[in-house]
């Protein structure tokens, strides 16, 4: 459940960056304070969304999301430039609210849901991140990853741990879920890799291989839309090795 709901952070964030912000060059990180009454965990402190270094913390708290909306309107309610609006709100992610702010040179985001166990309380996650510097070339998504013609890298996001290093990539093309299997499996099978699983889920339209060497091991999802196949790949490196 944890790594569903951080692909579902990271689309967000990307879809952010590229959406809802201008294009400025990077100044001094703002400070983004938690909600009221909230535990608060990093998620990551190094991390990268999509090219660009992003931190992240998760936080739950018994307030509603009406009430953690209205604490970041009040908090953000001063423009940062003059006839701008202090911040910005998206309402077409569900189940997700999500209210952001650019300041000094920073996107600083903030999404937050219900509870499944506790309607009366939410959860999400505060991140901030650089804007892109309009004199640099935007980053190259999905370097050095294998992808069949005309597939496209929606998002991607590294971390790195102690004694680890995680990537994840969300890719999508026209071709069938077959045809991506077989591209992949003919790729990793070609460098020598361990195949630890193959296997359709339930059709044609899902399947899952999993690849390993020593120091690595790369999860791939297939996943049939009703136009695209998505690929979701997960790869860790160790790096104690």
């Not at 307030?63 to 309610?77: G, H, K, L, P």
């Amino acid at each position: 459940m944890r790594s569903s709901t951080y692909m579902v952070l990271k689309r967000l964030v990307g879809y952010l960056l590229l959406t809802l912000v201008p294009t400025m060059v990077v100044a001094g990180k703002p400070k983004l304070p938690p909600p009221p009454n909230a535990t608060v965990e990093w998620v990551g402190k190094d991390m990268e969304v999509n090219g660009l270094p992003t931190a992240i913390r998760a936080f739950h708290t018994r307030e509603s999301i009406e009430d953690v909306v209205r604490f970041y309107r009040r908090e953000w309610q001063r423009p940062v430039e003059r006839g701008k609006p202090g911040y910005m709100e998206t309402i077409d992610a569900y189940p997700w609210y999500i209210i952001s702010r650019v300041e000094d040179d920073y996107l600083l985001t903030v999404q937050v849901q219900v509870k499944q166990n506790d309607k009366s309380g939410s959860w999400g996650y505060l991140s901030i991140s650089p804007l892109v510097d309009p004199k640099n070339d935007p980053p190259e998504l999905g370097k050095n990853i294998p992808k069949m013609r005309g597939s496209h890298v929606l998002s991607e996001h590294t971390s790195k741990d102690p004694g680890k290093n995680a990537r994840t990539l969300i890719i999508t093309n026209e071709h069938s879920v077959p045809s991506n299997v077989t591209f992949y499996r003919n790729y990793y099978n070609g460098k020598g890799w361990t195949k630890e699983t193959d296997r359709a889920l339930g059709t044609d339209k899902v399947h899952s291989l999993v690849y390993k060497t020593k120091r690595d091991r790369v999860t791939m999802m297939f996943l049939k839309d009703k136009y695209y196949t998505r690929i979701v790949i997960n790869s860790v490196t160790n790096s104690l090795f």
